[in-house]
């Protein structure tokens, strides 16, 4: 049982408990991309259970009425193990996702090749249905762009979350978010739509809002559970909006990195436990 204070970032241990906050934002307009927690199994059979339960919430999410899709880590359906059993599992998933959706999460820059090369391969092979997250703060970035442009599917922008070293990533913030605007802006140009934008960064939204009226490109922004969901509902009365909704039982360490990333979400947690 998730105590309320963790409420906030993860929706429940149990795929019915991450159906049902699904349910709750889309009476509120947002759309939920839905993320078991788990990564970096170093045995096939926990890769392979973790894909299991995708592949049935992808049934369940298909047999309901729900605008809802999934988001998998490469290392937990088996990156770490080999990139054939990677690429195995997650043709598992694409074949499952008939009406919906499979985003891929990008994980640090030694998995980045093996990353694209299973989403291209798949999203040829579907036709889109797929979806892949790149980091801005990595120097390849521009180049995978350009690579990805006309790939059928979808591709999420995000600033990146790993600590990379100085050679393959941008150290200093400001030069992660200019990088960041060029590579939007060489998306809305290039890209024919299934344009992503993974922040929470109000400057970064609002440069989005004036590129879409410039170019007119398909687009959604996507946001984390329990943050900015004010501006998430507020957005989504004009823009298609999705939420990123981790659950599962490993909860702990996911919680305690939202916390950690944020004084104001330190507070929100100590005055939580402290009951005021
Ligand atoms: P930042 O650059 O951290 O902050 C800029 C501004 O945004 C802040 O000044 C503030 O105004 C606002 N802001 C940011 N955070 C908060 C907050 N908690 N509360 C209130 N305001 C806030 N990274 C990966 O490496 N791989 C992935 O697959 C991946 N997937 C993601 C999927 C989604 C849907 C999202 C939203 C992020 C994902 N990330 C991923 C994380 C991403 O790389 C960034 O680390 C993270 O989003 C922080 O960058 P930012 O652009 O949101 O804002």
Redesign the pocket.
């Known amino acids: 049982m998730i105590p309320p204070v963790a409420s906030r970032f993860v929706a429940g241990e149990t795929p019915a408990e991450a159906l049902d906050h699904a349910k709750e934002l889309n009476e509120r307009n947002v759309n939920a991309?839905l993320n078991l927690l788990g990564e970096h199994y170093d045995d096939r059979r926990s890769a392979d259970e973790d894909a299991e339960t995708y592949v049935r919430l992808l049934e369940d999410i298909d047999r309901s009425d729900l605008s809802a899709c999934v988001?998998v880590?490469p290392s937990q359906v088996g990156l770490d193990v080999g990139t054939h059993v990677f690429r195995e599992n997650m043709e598992r998933l694409a074949d499952a996702a008939d009406d919906t959706f499979v985003?891929?999460?990008?994980?640090?820059h030694t998995t980045t090749d093996a990353t694209l090369d299973v989403y291209e391969e798949l999203a040829r092979e579907h036709g889109g249905g797929v979806g892949v997250?790149v980091?801005?703060?990595l120097k390849r970035t521009e180049d995978d762009l350009e690579r990805l442009a006309d790939v059928p599917g979808k591709v999420?922008l995000?600033?990146?979350?790993?600590d990379e070293p100085s050679d393959v990533a941008y150290k200093q913030?400001e030069r992660?978010?200019a990088v960041?605007r060029e590579y939007l802006a060489y998306m809305f140009q290039e890209f024919e739509g299934g344009v992503?934008v993974?922040?929470?960064?109000?400057?970064?939204i609002e440069y989005t809002k004036d590129l879409h009226e410039e170019y007119g490109t398909d687009f959604e922004i996507?946001?984390?559970m329990?943050?900015?969901e004010d501006a998430q509902y507020d957005l989504a009365r004009e823009y298609e909006v999705?939420?990123?909704v981790p659950y599962g039982d490993k909860w702990l360490s996911y919680f305690y990195r939202?916390v950690m990333?944020?004084k104001?979400?330190l507070l929100f947690a100590a005055r939580a436990v402290l009951g005021r």
Do not use: F, T
Not at 103 to 108: A, L
Not at 158 to 162: D, E, I, N
């Open positions: 991309i988001s880590k985003w891929i999460d990008m994980e640090d997250c980091q801005a703060n999420r995000v600033k990146g979350a790993y913030k992660v978010n960041y992503a993974g922040s929470h960064d109000p400057a970064m996507q946001m984390l329990g943050v900015r999705w939420q990123y939202r990333e944020r104001e979400n």
